[in-house]
């Protein structure tokens, strides 16, 4: 079974600064796919960007970008320019790539922004 | 931009009592799921379901829940007899299909059981 590791549960960043959440996953698939998500107190789940396993390529989508290392099975997310609305908490998590396939998801962190 | 839709948003019940959680997913989605999370811990999955039938379920889903797909828009999750530990947020979300690659969440719906 897959597992993902979020072993920070806190972080702080000053605001305009740039903050890195951790992430490590465990499987014995060789695709498949990552996410973070976003969680405000609204509870809604946002998705902030998504990393498919066989390309090497690391994504981004604006201030938002990730580090990933498969042979370390890592997963890291960078914030940029922080802003006092990224404040919130994030999930990493783990697809397979059959069309069904759940997400797995760590336990989270709860950054907040310090302005 | 379409999006997935969950009703109620808050729903308060009574121990033992049943529940029907509704979800509207992305209308050319196939592929749908429950998920839960109890306040302050991670997501949890419950149950995907897909061409009307469940496809995977987690030792949560046990018979006390049940889903289900009544017409071509909504999909439900129901609670047999709620117990205290069922209070939740229970996301909904829905995929398009072969090739794709994310789940889209509805906004949750918060159970409480007291």
């Known amino acids: 079974a897959q597992t993902v590791t979020q072993s920070q549960p806190e972080m702080s960043v000053q605001e305009a600064e740039t903050v890195t959440l951790s992430c490590t996953y465990d499987?014995?698939?060789?695709?498949?796919?990552l996410f973070w998500y976003k969680q405000p107190p609204s509870r809604q789940m946002i998705l902030v960007i998504r990393?498919?396993?066989?390309?090497?390529q690391n994504a981004t989508e604006n201030r938002f970008s990730v580090n990933f290392q498969k042979a370390a099975k890592s997963f890291s997310l960078k914030i940029s320019d922080s802003q006092l609305g990224d404040a919130a908490m994030y999930f990493c998590?783990?697809?397979?790539?059959?069309?069904?396939?759940?997400?797995?998801f760590g336990k989270g962190i709860t950054l907040s922004v310090r302005p | 931009e379409p999006e997935v839709t969950q009703t109620p948003s808050h729903q308060v019940t009574q121990m033992g009592q049943e529940v029907i959680l509704r979800c509207v997913p992305i209308?050319?989605?196939?592929?749908f799921y429950w998920y839960r999370q109890i306040l302050g811990q991670k997501v949890e999955f419950l149950v995907s379901?897909?061409?009307?039938?469940?496809?995977?379920k987690s030792e949560i889903f046990d018979d006390q829940f049940s889903v289900e797909r009544p017409d071509g828009s909504n999909f439900t999750l129901k609670i047999r007899s709620t117990k205290l530990e069922d209070s939740a947020m229970y996301f909904c979300?829905?995929?398009?299909?072969?090739?794709?690659?994310?789940?889209?969440f509805g906004p949750g719906t918060r159970l409480t059981v007291l």
């Open positions: 998590a783990y697809r397979n790539t059959g069309a069904n396939s759940k997400l797995t």
């Open positions: 499987t014995s698939e060789s695709d498949y796919y």
């Open positions: 990393q498919e396993a066989y390309k090497q």
């Open positions: 209308s050319n989605h196939l592929y």
């Open positions: 379901f897909y061409n009307n039938e469940i496809s995977e």
């Open positions: 979300a829905s995929i398009q299909g072969q090739g794709t690659d994310t789940q889209y």
